[in-house]
């Protein structure tokens, strides 16, 4: 069973940056390279939804428009980690942060939608205060 953590959340003020990370396990023989990966979030009252996603070869990433060009995704294969730099933050990025993963042997493919994903972590909490 494929078991995801994340780290780094916390709170920070508009206009700042923090660094999200994705440790995964447990993958059953299969290696990490074959999950794309994805971070989502989900504030109260709203449904969840895509922030970014990247590709099993990490060659392909997607963005949600409100965060092009200030969150960047990466991975790290060998460590099967998976990491979220969040800058220029704005009050309207808090929300709880997810990672999940999917199975994919294509290592080229990205996914941004939510139902796509089977496997997800807590969450961890992102608050920017204005």
């Known amino acids: 069973q494929v078991r995801l953590v994340e780290s780094g959340g916390g709170l920070v003020q508009a206009g700042g940056s923090l660094r999200l990370s994705c440790a995964a396990s447990?993958?059953?023989?299969?290696?990490?390279?074959?999950?794309?990966m994805g971070w989502f979030r989900q504030a109260p009252g709203k449904e969840r939804e895509v922030v970014a996603a990247?590709?099993?070869?990490?060659?392909?990433?997607y963005y949600e428009d409100s965060v092009k060009g200030r969150f960047t995704i990466s991975r790290d294969n060998a460590k099967a980690l998976v990491n979220l730099q969040m800058n220029s933050l704005k009050p309207e990025d808090t929300a709880v942060y997810y990672c999940?993963?999917?199975?994919?042997?294509?290592?080229?493919?990205?996914?941004?939608?939510?139902?796509?994903?089977?496997?997800w972590g807590q969450g961890t909490q992102v608050t920017v205060s204005s």
């Open positions: 447990g993958f059953s023989g299969r290696t990490f390279s074959m999950y794309t």
């Open positions: 990247i590709s099993g070869s990490g060659r392909r990433t």
């Open positions: 999940a993963a999917d199975l994919n042997y294509d290592v080229d493919y990205v996914e941004g939608r939510v139902g796509q994903y089977h496997y």
